[in-house]
């Protein structure tokens, strides 16, 4: 406690870490106020049954920082940029010059991927805006919208989602910590006093030993969540030593640190867009005039709504995607060649495609791990919703999954402020 103290003081005290911290702060005021502004004609009524019974966009609303359930300005939140980011990531492995210009280029190299992030990000978000707005106006929560009215909410939407973008952007440039990631933290902690409220109203005394569960159950999460998100396996590496005139230089030993999820989140926003593409095809045309295309829609939403085949899919996915992830950011022919170029080996291991080799072999044994426990994270909602019957009690293991990963980032980044400025 006194050495938190002590590092508030010092950041409270220090004019550019407290400017960066208001600026921060802020900006997610604007958020916040965006997210509360719907847009207008909403059925709430019908928005709120249409959540309460789907659990898949929920999920989403987690990402869209909650404001999704409100149908804001912002309804899309980061959702277009984070779809946008991973594609370009993706295509890495299929573009030979895009590779290079992320990995090899340095950072003007880094900063026209990012541009080309950017570009991608603006169709995605009208395509994401136009498929929301037809599916809800077709579920009643939105009224018959004339082509006038459906272009000017695609262009609403499409507009705060690039708003927060930048707003994204700002928070990573001149405030702490990346700043898409606490947007969508901003959006789970706000969520915190409604879903307190709604639990404290439905509370039931003979629920009393579930309610106990649910605490324990979620410092577990949290340790875990800890404990995962800071393992890392290290991989010994010596110096070999190099004779210059009378004197010798390097022959030190350090280690090569290996996350044990190197991934983070991401396989869980693959795997949600994964699922997300039948689940509103499917929800689309289940009103269809046309008897094929709507029992076709019918029979695959429910087994959609099956939770046991939905998180059996859905934990599958994410493993799945947390191996294909750790794949697209790990290269270890890459590092084993740097390590070679440095003069740097692993004792016991020859140079080159030996080390290479080794390195892939270790990451593709921690990744297991860390999948696993992705997967788990990822389906807790589902297994919690079943086991108590109480929706409240949904635990959100992805909202504290990133709520964890954020304050450890964001605690990461002030200490190495404060060190910077002690030297």
Same mark, same amino acid.
């Given at each position: ?26 900006? @997610? ?8 502004? !719907? ?9 709120? &049954?249409? +959540? ?18 409100? /149908? ?9 940029? %984070? ?14 010059? /895009?590779? &290079? ?22 169709? %995605? ?9 037809? @599916? ?6 939105? !009224?018959?919208?004339? !082509? ?6 695609? =262009?609403?939407?499409? &507009?705060?989602?690039? @708003?927060?973008?930048? @707003? ?46 649910? =605490?324990?159950?979620? &410092? ?27 004197? +010798? ?28 593409? !039948? ?13 094929? /295309?709507?029992? %076709? ?127």
């Amino acid at each position: 406690m006194n050495t938190f103290l002590q590092k508030l003081t010092l950041v409270l005290s220090d004019s550019t870490l407290r400017n960066r911290l208001l600026f921060v702060m802020g900006a @997610l005021a604007v958020f916040r106020l965006l997210a509360a502004t !719907p847009i207008p004609g909403i059925n709430a009524a019908q928005l709120q &049954a249409f +959540f309460n019974n789907n659990q898949f966009f929920g999920l989403l609303n987690l990402f869209s920082g909650g404001g999704l359930s409100n /149908l804001s300005l912002v309804l899309l939140g980061v959702g277009p940029y %984070i779809t946008a980011s991973i594609i370009m990531q993706l295509l890495t492995i299929m573009v030979p010059s /895009l590779k &290079a210009l992320y990995q090899e280029e340095g950072e003007l190299g880094r900063q026209k991927f990012s541009q080309y992030s950017r570009m991608l990000t603006l169709p %995605i978000a009208v395509i994401q805006g136009l498929g929301f707005l037809i @599916l809800l106006q077709r579920q009643g929560v939105l !009224p018959s919208l004339t !082509p006038l009215q459906l272009g000017v909410n695609i =262009l609403v939407v499409t &507009a705060g989602s690039m @708003l927060l973008m930048w @707003l994204g952007e700002l928070i990573s440039e001149f405030g702490l910590g990346n700043g898409v990631s606490l947007l969508i933290f901003a959006g789970i902690v706000a969520r915190l006093p409604r879903d307190a409220s709604q639990l404290l109203f439905s509370f039931d005394a003979t629920q009393i030993p579930v309610y106990i569960g649910f =605490l324990v159950a979620a &410092a577990a999460i949290v340790l875990a969540v800890v404990v995962i998100t800071e393992a890392e396996r290290p991989v010994p590496v010596a110096y070999a030593k190099r004779i210059r005139g009378m004197k +010798f230089f390097g022959g030190s030993s350090t280690y090569l640190p290996l996350r044990l999820n190197q991934a983070g989140v991401i396989p869980i926003i693959f795997a949600l867009s994964f699922l997300l593409l !039948p689940q509103m095809f499917a929800t689309f045309f289940a009103t269809s005039p046309h008897h094929v /295309l709507a029992v %076709i829609s019918q029979f695959i939403l429910s087994w959609l709504q099956n939770l046991a085949f939905y998180g059996s899919v859905y934990f599958v996915f994410v493993v799945l995607f947390t191996y294909f992830y750790t794949a697209v950011t790990f290269d270890p022919h890459s590092i084993a060649e740097n390590l070679q170029k440095n003069g740097a080996f692993i004792p016991g291991v020859r140079p080159g495609g030996s080390t290479s080799d080794y390195l892939a072999k270790v990451i593709t044994r921690i990744t297991l791990v860390g999948a696993l426990f992705l997967g788990v994270i990822a389906v807790l909602p589902i297994v919690m919703e079943s086991l108590s019957g109480i929706q409240t009690l949904a635990l959100g293991g992805t909202a504290l999954l990133i709520v964890v990963s954020v304050i450890l980032d964001l605690a990461r980044r002030v200490d190495a402020q404060i060190s910077i400025r002690e030297y």
